[in-house]
């Protein structure tokens, strides 16, 4: 008989040995911030959706991703809200563009952030659509040629690593091909391999003011019924030159991000999105949760699944929550295993 010979809670009622035979962990270098930027001075605006989340100004933000940089979180991702909007989404690419206003100057006050950035038009045009329009329809290819343009002019700004996430065919390719000819051919793209269509990026749309202003983006966007079909775009996006792929969003996708790791042999990432996030902000407020406990348990999650790290909104909370002071571990703790 395999009982009680075979008695599974004999490594879990000591923390010191739950602590050695763990199979997942995660460090806050395993944790990407989002960050918003709008043109202004003094500028730290709550977004209302996401509660403990904001709008920054460029000063505001160097000083956020500074002290996130001092508590441990490696890297940053910018997401620019420009001061105004057009067809053809031209503050996405302009040389003194917001996410270039702030790429520079991160570059100068914390020079060892990791500087990732959004190349998508969604937030830069007046009808809130992910690229051109011509008669009511998004059209791919005049599409691949500004936001290529936008990857370039990134990366020209500082950026370490482009984040296509607009899920245009091609643009991986496209984006490829211009930063090589333009001198940054070990610019490394992050690409949003496997985005789907979601209602959990309802809060992100009001931070970014990116609503689209009629129809939605499932004519880009994945469907969230498909898995095979995520297999398809990520082995498509690796043969343009993606170097990292990223599912979206996380948690209703941990059976793609687990597939993925393990038939692509190249790093995955994941995004907690912004409903994720306010899903378990707003229990927490009504206390019904506890937010500590459920943020880390998805976390986890997420990197069980197989994420190599992981974009999230509790990235500056939890690398606090992951650094506990020496010795911390309380005799209660160590007694009955909480």
């Given amino acids: 008989m395999r009982f009680p010979a075979t008695r599974l809670r ?10 050695l035979v763990r199979e997942t962990d995660l460090s806050p270098n395993r944790l990407v911030m989002p960050l918003f930027v709008k043109p202004g001075r003094g500028l730290r605006r709550e977004v209302s959706s996401m509660p403990g989340q904001f709008v920054y100004s460029v000063d505001t933000l160097v000083e956020e991703a500074g002290a996130a940089f001092a508590e441990g979180i490696g890297a940053v991702i910018l997401f620019g809200i420009p001061e105004s909007k057009d067809d053809r989404a031209t503050g996405a690419y302009a040389d003194d563009g917001i996410v270039q206003q702030a790429l520079k ?50 990366a020209r700004a500082g950026a370490d690593m482009v984040a296509p996430s607009d899920m245009m065919d091609g643009r991986v390719g496209a984006i490829r091909r211009t930063l090589d000819e333009a001198g940054f051919p070990d610019l490394p793209i992050l690409s949003y391999a496997a985005k789907y269509a979601s209602a959990f990026y309802g809060p992100f749309r009001d931070a970014a003011e990116s609503t689209p202003s009629f129809g939605d983006r499932r004519s880009h966007q994945m469907d969230a019924r498909n898995r095979r079909e995520a297999m398809r775009e990520i082995a498509l996006d690796l043969e343009e030159g993606a170097d990292v792929i990223m599912i979206k969003p996380a948690l209703p996708c941990l059976d793609v991000i687990r597939e993925s790791c393990q038939r692509f042999d ?18 927490a407020e009504r206390g019904w949760i506890d937010r500590r406990e459920l943020a880390l348990e998805s976390l986890f999650a997420i990197r069980r699944a197989g994420a190599t790290f992981i974009v999230t909104y509790f990235a500056r ?22």
């Avoid at 309380?330 to 007694?335: F, G």
């Fill in 10 to 19: 004999r490594l879990r009622m000591d923390v010191r040995l739950r602590d």
């Fill in 317 to 338: 909370e939890a690398a606090r929550w992951l650094s506990p002071a020496p010795g911390s571990a309380s005799k209660k703790n160590k007694a009955v295993g909480k």
């Fill in 105 to 154: 100057k991160l570059r100068e006050e914390v020079p060892g952030l990791l500087r990732l950035t959004d190349v998508c038009l969604c937030e830069y045009t007046n009808h809130g659509h992910c690229g051109v329009l011509q008669d009511e329809k998004i059209v791919n290819d005049p599409t691949l040629e500004l936001l290529s343009r936008t990857a370039v002019s990134h």
């Fill in 266 to 283: 190249v790093p995955v990432a994941a995004y907690q999105v912004s409903g994720e996030y306010a899903m378990v902000a707003a229990a």
